[in-house]
């Protein structure tokens, strides 16, 4: 065996894989241990241990320069996976706050174990650079969550979405899978980094790589709930447990975009003879991200169910997204990169707010919001904070993320898009006005009453929104973070 194979970077690369099998140990242990009333602590349990792996990460398992390739292939240890890391662990560990006094799921060990076994997924999918380590990585990702989608077996909504959701990512899992073993044919490779020069050559035709492209955009726009593979979000994240609904929408949408954006950039970059596939790409996904944008804002203006709301905005939040990935630019991904973690903390912020208030009153319409101000002011700071931010209203997270992405689209001479992209801001910002306004205006019989918030929600709020503060305020750390991910992907 030669010396490369006893090479430590590879350890270092899986480090948060390692520590989430020694967590997802210890959770079962303590699930056995642990008499029904004291299991409520094993979200705890978790959190601290996703913790202590983020802190290990970020000091021992970043990359230096640009890294590379890593376990034949099979991965890549660069910035991009490295700040998906982070973003992974960040979203499992509030998502383990939220879940402690939610009902059924927060005294249930495998509710943890799930979780961790998803987030377990999302990790390797930010860093896959071969399809078959993507689709594996991808499955280990979307079953934990079909299960976790449906986990309030109870809840004939929860079980219904459960199915819903395994229906439907079954389906484009399939065709993705279908596009998968076509490009492998063509280019006579699994490997995502050996693609491009394969095709660059020219010998494969162009109706065929467009065709291979559009089956494998399947899976990635269900993921991130792009349209035309949006329907299932709504459903989905009304039947869902509130703090898993949360989870989706952020951490696997996430991990969805990572995908996205090695794969295009790896396998159809710029550099490529006319007529480009690169142009097509662009182009469909420009068209995608306007529709999504567009049928999110719309039909989330009719919205009544608070949760249903949410999931149109997270709709159209990745067509916001999208704009960066359109660009295909440094800018524009790093735009992209930025826009995650801000929206990371922003929609888990507001999923927080829905969950405690549902449980609070027994409803997720937004008529349940009325006196909240007067009942919980805190808690109304916190969905103002968190509106106000996916809104793109300064100082807070999302506004400089959509600087950046609108930026970028216009640095790349695709000013219609940044303009489509301010004109659905605009319309978005009415219906984040009108939560606000049952939440601050209108009255309520019990608002004399006091809103419970736990420990865990509160700790967990108190970080989500110094957060958007930070994200908001002290932009160098996280935009340099962004272009070190953009870099490793241009470089």
């Known amino acids: 065996m030669t010396a490369a194979a006893y090479d430590p970077s590879m350890i270092l690369a899986i480090l948060p894989e390692i520590g989430l099998i020694v967590l997802g140990v210890l959770v079962l242990a303590f699930d056995l241990a642990w008499k029904e009333e004291r299991r409520r602590n094993i979200g705890w349990v978790s959190s601290f241990g996703l913790l202590v792996i983020a802190i290990l990460t970020a000091v021992f398992s970043h990359p230096v320069g640009n890294s590379g390739l890593v376990w034949g292939g099979m991965l890549r240890w660069d910035w991009l996976s490295f700040v998906f890391e982070m973003i992974a662990l960040a979203g499992a560990a509030i998502t383990s706050l939220f879940a402690m006094d939610s009902g059924l799921i927060g005294k249930r060990g495998e509710f943890y174990l799930l979780l961790l076994a998803s987030t377990f997924g999302m990790i390797l999918m930010g860093g896959a650079a071969d399809l078959v380590m993507l689709f594996l990585a991808i499955e280990m990702t979307s079953i934990p969550l079909y299960v976790l989608a449906g986990f309030s077996y109870k809840d004939a909504r929860s079980t219904e979405s459960g199915f819903k959701y395994f229906l439907f990512g079954a389906t484009t899992s399939a065709v993705m899978l279908y596009g998968f073993s076509l490009l492998a044919g063509l280019t006579g490779t699994t490997q995502i980094y050996q693609m491009a020069p394969v095709i660059q050559s020219g010998g494969l035709p162009l109706f065929a ?21 949006q329907f299932w979000a709504p459903d989905v994240y009304e039947g869902a447990p509130t703090p898993v609904a949360g989870f989706l929408s952020t951490a696997s ?127 109304a700071l916190v969905l103002l904070v968190a ?88 932009i160098g750390p996280w935009f340099n973070w962004s272009t070190l991910a953009a870099n490793s992907l241009f470089g």
Not at 213 to 220: E, Q
Not at 265 to 276: I, L, N
């Open 253 to 379: 949408k996430a991990a969805g975009f990572a995908v996205l954006i090695r794969f295009l950039v790896a396998v159809f970059p710029a550099a490529q003879p006319a007529p480009s596939i690169h142009t097509y790409w662009v182009l469909l996904l420009a068209i995608v991200s306007t529709a999504t944008m567009i049928l999110g804002n719309v039909l989330a203006l009719a919205q009544k169910n608070i949760k249903r709301l949410v999931a149109y905005s997270s709709i159209a939040q990745a067509g916001y997204i999208l704009i960066g990935v359109v660009a295909a630019s440094g800018l524009g991904i790093s735009g992209s990169v930025y826009y995650l973690i801000a929206y990371l903390l922003t929609n888990l912020a507001a999923f927080g707010v829905i969950t405690i208030v549902g449980r609070m009153t027994g409803s997720d319409d937004v008529s349940a919001y009325a006196g909240l101000s007067r009942r919980s002011p805190g808690l």
């Open 387 to 474: 509106f106000l931010s996916l809104a793109g209203i300064p100082p807070f997270g999302g506004f400089f993320a959509k600087v950046l992405v609108f930026a970028a689209a216009v640095d790349s001479h695709l000013v219609w898009l940044a303009v489509v992209g301010i004109i659905n801001s605009v319309i978005a910002l009415y219906y984040y006005l009108t939560v606000l306004k049952v939440a601050y205006l209108y009255r309520s019989e019990d608002e004399t009453r006091p809103a419970a918030i736990s420990r865990p929600w509160t700790i967990a709020l108190v970080v989500c929104v110094l957060g958007i503060i930070v994200i908001g305020t002290l």
């Open 209 to 229: 790589l467009i065709g291979v492209l559009m089956l494998i955009l399947v899976g990635f726009s269900f993921k991130i709930s792009a349209v035309p593979f």
